[in-house]
C-alpha cells in the first residue's frame, strides 16, 4: 500500500508540475493580448500608434488624418498599432520608415489593413526592406494599396 501512496503522490505532483506552468503561460498570453482588444472599439476613422507593445498607455498619436511626419519627440517609437478606419476608400493605413513617406531604397514601409485591426507586438514585423518595424516609423498615410508588406 505504501509503495501505491509514493507512486500516485509523484504522479499527482508530476501532472500538477505540467499543469501549472502552462496555465500560468496561457494567462499571460491572455492578459497580454488584452490590451488591443480592449482598446477596440467601433470604427472612427482614425490610426492609432503607442509606445508600448499591446497598446499600452497613451497612444503617441492618434489621427483620423494623414501624418508624413510625427514629430522628432514620436520618432522611432511604436511598437503597436491600430487601424480603425473607415472601411472603403482609403482605409488602410501604410506606415514609413521616414518622414514624407519617403518610399526607395532603404526606406521601407508597411500597411494595417482594416481587417487586420492591429498589429499588438511590432517587434516580430519587418518593413518591405527588411528592417524591422519596431520603433522604426516616422509617418503614414491612409491609402488604398501598394503595399509590399503587411503587419499582422
Known amino acids: ?4 501512496t509514493v507512486t500516485a503522490a509523484l504522479l ?7 499543469v501549472v506552468p502552462t496555465a500560468t503561460s496561457q494567462a499571460a ?34 489621427t483620423p488624418n494623414t501624418v508624413g511626419d ?13 487601424n480603425r478606419g473607415y472601411t472603403g ?3 488602410i493605413v501604410k506606415f514609413y520608415e521616414w518622414q514624407g513617406h519617403a518610399e526607395g531604397a ?19 514585423n519587418r518593413l518591405s526592406d527588411g528592417s524591422p518595424a519596431d520603433n522604426n516609423i516616422r509617418g503614414h498615410k491612409w491609402v488604398n494599396g501598394g503595399c509590399a508588406t503587411n503587419l499582422t
Open 12 to 18: 499527482g505532483l508530476t501532472a500538477l508540475g505540467v
Open 29 to 62: 498570453d491572455t492578459a497580454a493580448a488584452s490590451g488591443c482588444s480592449d482598446k477596440w472599439g467601433p470604427r472612427n476613422g482614425y490610426m492609432y500608434a503607442w509606445d508600448a507593445y499591446y497598446c499600452e498607455g497613451e497612444p503617441l498619436i492618434a
Open 106 to 124: 532603404g526606406e521601407g514601409h508597411a500597411c494595417l489593413l482594416p481587417g487586420e485591426a492591429y498589429a499588438d507586438n511590432l517587434s516580430d
Open 70 to 82: 510625427w514629430g522628432s519627440g514620436n520618432w522611432d517609437r511604436a511598437s503597436s498599432v491600430m
Open 89 to 91: 476608400s482609403l482605409s
Open 1 to 4: 500500500m505504501r509503495k501505491f
